[in-house]
Nanobody, 117 residues
């Protein structure tokens, strides 16, 4: 099983980034996919979730209207488009795959996003 994030980096406030997460080794289209983030000294928090079909999404209040989660079940990938970035979005962003019925729960190593002028 592999879950690999990419696309992080340094961006100025107001800028945009697109994170990608490539999955392999499990039946991707059966899994709920999520993005989490963890800032220094803070607990990991849920940013966005997309259900297996891709039809339903949920967002943390802090990112609603700015971030968009999407998935491509054919490519076995999930994305996080981040617009209007703020310094408080600075964190390590993690991709998560979860299938509650089996208890399967997979994490990537994370990608750093830094929003600073």
């Amino acid at each position: 099983v592999q879950v690999v994030e990419s696309g992080g980096g340094l961006v100025q406030p107001g800028g945009s980034l697109r994170l990608s997460c490539a999955a392999s080794g499990f039946t991707f289209n059966l899994y709920v996919m999520s993005w989490y983030r963890q800032a220094p000294g803070k607990e990991r928090e849920l940013v966005a979730t997309i259900l297996s079909s891709g039809g339903t999404t949920n967002y943390a209040d802090s990112v609603k209207g700015r971030f968009t989660i999407s998935r491509d079940n054919y490519k076995k990938a999930v994305y996080l488009q981040m617009n209007s970035l703020k310094p408080e979005d600075t964190a390590v962003y993690y991709c998560n795959a979860r299938r509650r019925i089996t208890g399967s729960d997979y994490w990537g190593q994370g990608t750093q996003v830094t929003v600073s002028s």
